[in-house]
């Protein structure tokens, strides 16, 4: 599933409903800047935690100490993911073009399976919403076993919080409605919402309620409110729709592997505006960097290869093992993944194919997840992942990715992200992010997603300027160059109290520089060991 983080109106649904025009509660928002300025926000990941005492990865230092005159090759970075804009202005000189393809011949050309895959692959065709795993699991029915029993749980918990959402979010916009019509006007100014004087119980309800909101959120809330209505009704309509069958749209069979000859060549899909998530992340590695517009990229030698595999909702199992596949077969030397799941009944072909992509030499980055959850642990799992019995890793190619925020110290993970002494290997910048959006557009998001594509930016970047290194060796190299994390941290919504290393096998935060640096010298030297730790 897209791991887009709602973390201002997370907190936003604790708002209590107003009771006989009083605001029970104080509601907060996130995101705050803090000491940062606007264009330090913006590209707060690439600054420097000694110079800048912000918890970034020194992309700029790597740049202008180490990185100077020296010319790197040309990287391949798989983006599998919701779909890009590759029109957009900050990324259409980054995209990969499949030279062995005649566009728009009807032919597959280079026989690689694929007709007219000029810029990579849509193995979604038109199918813009899906449902989650545990929704399908639920449709098919009780068959006795224990993992329909977790998935009804799990539904059960979802569609209840769901069905909160709503009734708060629909709250919300009936009292936004009510100062709408008195103001005549959409959208309105917290001082013109204090002016209102009514004796009318519904209005007065109405400005107590929106006047608490916009103290709070500012005019960011028409923004806000709009995504996160989004948010809930799609879960509702579409996520946890028992009658949806979306695969419909695509025409095959998604528990049949051999069957490949699905999906078109339309990369950002068929509404560019739902290509958002895999945009963002697009940008977030390659956004052309000091242009002045919008963020800067990491990486400055790549191009972005869109495979498109992820709805809004869970992605298949197939769609996911097909897209690695591709990636790999076609020239990418890094894939980020900023997806995953809690159920993958058909893991299996996703393992193979992370494993043929391993003898490929190609590196796969994933999002840990935003769940705020130990996934060490076996009911708390994050699909896909690089061991089936938390125990062994059964590839030696994925590195799994937490997000942190810009506020060194105890907190500096951000509570939605996932942890693991064992199956989170780093951590990375996911929270405010700003990069690429569909349309031309910038856009503030936070997640793992986030942090995903930070680290597959800096992996490029290794790759490009140290091409004999193995994607194993550059996964050892990300592991143990970073800066070391707080000693003591504190994780998920409870702020539960952690050692570093009980939260990722390398207790270490990405660092650009020093990561570039050890590559250099281990080029230099190949039979150096490098020791991780955890």
């Not at 025009?21 to 509601?27: D, I, L």
């Not at 011949?105 to 849509?122: S, T």
């Not at 009936?174 to 004796?199: F, S």
């Amino acid at each position: 599933m897209r791991k887009i983080k709602y973390t201002q109106w997370a907190l936003a649904l604790a708002l209590t409903f107003c009771l006989a025009g009083k605001a029970q509660t104080k509601t907060t928002f996130t995101g705050k800047k803090g000491k940062l300025t606007e264009q330090q926000l913006q590209r707060w990941s690439h600054l420097d935690l000694a110079t800048d005492s912000i918890p970034g990865m020194s992309v700029d230092k790597m740049y202008a100490e180490l990185i100077k005159n020296k010319k790197g090759s040309k990287v391949i970075v798989a983006i599998i993911d919701s779909g890009v804009d590759i029109e957009h202005e900050d990324l259409q000189s980054v995209i990969w073009t499949n030279k062995k393809e005649i566009a728009g011949n009807g032919i597959d050309d280079d026989k690689n399976g694929f007709i007219d895959d000029v810029h990579g692959w849509n193995f979604l065709g038109n199918d813009l919403h899906e449902t989650l795993e545990m929704t399908r699991i639920v449709k098919k029915g009780d068959d006795g076993s224990l993992v329909y029993k977790k998935a009804k749980t799990a539904y059960d918990k979802k569609y209840a919080e769901a069905m909160q959402g709503k009734q708060q979010v629909d709250f919300i916009l009936k009292n936004d409605l009510e100062v709408q019509k008195h103001l005549q006007k959409k959208q309105y100014t917290l001082d013109e919402v204090k002016a209102i004087e009514t004796v009318a119980p519904d209005l007065m309800n109405a400005k107590a309620v929106m006047s608490q909101i916009l103290t709070n959120a500012g005019a960011k809330y028409f923004e806000d409110i709009e995504e996160y209505r989004k948010y809930v009704y799609d879960q509702l309509n579409y996520n946890l729709n028992l009658e949806l069958d979306g695969r419909k749209l695509v025409g095959d069979n998604p528990n049949e592997i051999k069957n490949t000859k699905y999906g078109n060549n339309i990369v950002f899909g068929p509404e560019k505006d739902e290509a958002l998530h895999g945009t963002h992340v697009a940008g977030i590695v390659a956004q052309t960097r000091h242009n002045n517009l919008g963020g800067d990229g990491i990486a400055n030698t790549v191009e972005i290869m869109t495979i498109r595999a992820v709805p809004d909702g869970d992605e298949y199992d197939k769609d996911i093992a097909l897209a690695i596949r591709y990636a790999a077969d076609n020239g990418a030397k890094v894939i980020n993944g900023s997806f995953g799941k809690s159920f993958s009944p058909n893991k299996q072909w996703v393992y193979d194919a992370i494993k043929y992509a391993e003898k490929k030499d190609v590196l796969f980055v994933h999002a840990a997840g935003n769940d705020g959850l130990n996934i060490d642990l076996p009911e708390n799992s994050n699909f896909p992942n690089d061991s089936d019995d938390y125990k062994t890793e059964f590839a030696a190619n994925v590195i799994t990715v937490g997000a942190i925020n810009y506020k060194y110290g105890p907190e500096v993970i951000t509570n939605f992200s996932n942890y693991g002494a064992f199956n989170v290997d780093v951590f990375a910048p996911g929270d405010e992010i700003y990069a690429t959006i569909p349309n031309n557009k910038y856009k503030y998001l936070q997640g793992t997603s986030m942090a995903s594509p930070n680290v597959a930016g800096v992996a490029a970047m290794i790759r490009s300027y140290f091409p004999k290194l193995s994607a194993k060796q550059v996964k050892q190299i990300l592991m143990s160059s970073g800066n070391a994390l707080p000693e003591n941290v504190v994780v998920g919504e409870n702020k539960e109290q952690k050692k570093a290393t009980e939260v990722a096998r390398s207790a270490k935060m990405i660092n650009a520089y020093n990561a570039f640096q050890m590559a250099e010298q281990w080029s230099k030297n190949p039979k150096a060991k490098l020791k991780i730790q955890g």
